[in-house]
């Protein structure tokens, strides 16, 4: 976020626009939270992970009479647009501010979930991909040493992605993901089969959404039905969501936040912008929010190819 940020703001500043940053998000405009923004607001943040603005979750905001207040507060500081930077709690939000306050509001993808529909890729997700890989390399060091079974636990509570794309390039023998209903059966009989007869260690990436239950439910019920399997469960948990951010993110955040001031110059509003087939894309906000991004089934395909 601090790379789409940077962005933003150098942009702006390019285009002779003054520039407010809102601290704590929906929060911020509330308690009228405002700071100037100047190119040396933003220097030496691109490779910082987080955002130096901070974020927070704001019920008033959830209320017509929270809005209000927001709306009174952009008045008041002169600020006439806005770039929002999350996922879909941040667009619901957003759609809603600028239909009630005739306010341009343009959307910058940021999750690590990479779930947003009309974008190939949100800003956070490369950088997540390989924190999960890199963790999972390591795990993978200590399984093949003392001959265990990992169930490593990813986040993505409604989507997959995270799990899916890292399962394949760790290497993982089996991925459960909430959008496939996973029959135990077949992951038994891969245990039963492919592990037990070939396999000196295993890993089984679980996205914390996956519909047959917890990880440690998942876990206890193979270690009951395999005692003389060493079962084991890694919970990866906030460790993804930070660190330094790969170039990919970086590049894609700095474009995102230019194409996001430039959308605001030309009239634009209730629009996230994204990047497809690498060109940068408007999507409205009721599109990026109805409609739900399908997993590639062919990834689905060659972990189940790659696994044997």
Request: net charge neutral.
């Given at each position: 976020m601090n790379a789409a940020i940077r962005a933003v703001v150098r942009a702006a500043i390019f285009h002779k626009i003054e520039v407010m940053g809102v601290v704590k998000g929906y929060s911020g405009m509330i308690e009228d939270e405002f700071i100037c923004m100047e190119s040396s607001s933003v220097s030496n943040i691109l490779q910082s992970g987080g955002t130096m603005l901070k974020s927070a979750r704001s019920e008033e905001f959830r209320t017509p009479e929270g809005r209000q207040k927001a709306y009174d507060n952009l008045?008041?500081?002169?600020?006439?647009?806005?770039?929002?930077?999350?996922?879909?709690?941040?667009?619901?939000?957003?759609?809603?501010?600028?239909?009630?306050?005739?306010?341009p509001i343009i959307g910058i993808p940021g999750t690590i979930d990479n779930d947003l529909y009309g974008t190939d890729s949100t800003v956070g997700y490369d950088t997540a991909l390989n924190t999960v890989v890199e963790a999972v390399d390591k795990i993978r060091d200590t399984a093949t040493a003392h001959s265990r079974l990992f169930f490593i636990e990813v986040m993505g509570r409604?989507?997959?992605?995270?799990?899916?794309?890292?399962?394949?390039?760790?290497?993982?023998?089996?991925?459960?993901?909430?959008?496939?209903?996973?029959?135990?059966?077949?992951?038994?009989?891969?245990?039963?089969?492919?592990?037990?007869?070939?396999?000196?260690?295993?890993?089984?990436?679980?996205?914390?959404?996956?519909?047959?239950?917890?990880?440690?439910?998942?876990?206890?019920?193979?270690?009951e039905e395999h005692p003389e399997y060493d079962v084991r469960v890694t919970i990866l948990g906030h460790l993804q969501r930070g660190g330094s951010p790969t170039v990919y993110d970086r590049v894609l955040a700095s474009q995102l936040g230019v194409?996001?001031?430039?959308?605001?110059?030309?009239?634009?509003?209730?629009?996230?912008?994204?990047?497809?087939?690498?060109?940068?894309?408007?999507?409205?906000?009721?599109?990026?929010?109805?409609?739900?991004?399908?997993?590639?089934?062919g990834l689905l395909k060659l972990i189940e190819v790659l696994s044997i």
């Open positions: 008045k008041k500081n002169n600020i006439d647009g806005l770039v929002v930077i999350g996922g879909d709690g941040t667009f619901t939000g957003a759609r809603i501010f600028s239909q009630e306050h005739n306010i409604d989507a997959g992605f995270l799990a899916l794309r890292s399962g394949v390039a760790s290497g993982a023998e089996a991925v459960l993901v909430p959008e496939v209903e996973t029959d135990y059966t077949k992951l038994k009989s891969f245990l039963q089969n492919q592990y037990k007869k070939e396999k000196a260690s295993s890993i089984v990436l679980v996205a914390e959404g996956e519909k047959m239950g917890s990880t440690f439910e998942i876990a206890n019920q193979v270690s194409a996001a001031v430039e959308a605001l110059l030309d009239d634009q509003k209730s629009i996230m912008v994204g990047l497809v087939n690498k060109e940068i894309v408007h999507v409205p906000f009721n599109q990026t929010l109805k409609n739900k991004k399908p997993l590639n089934p």
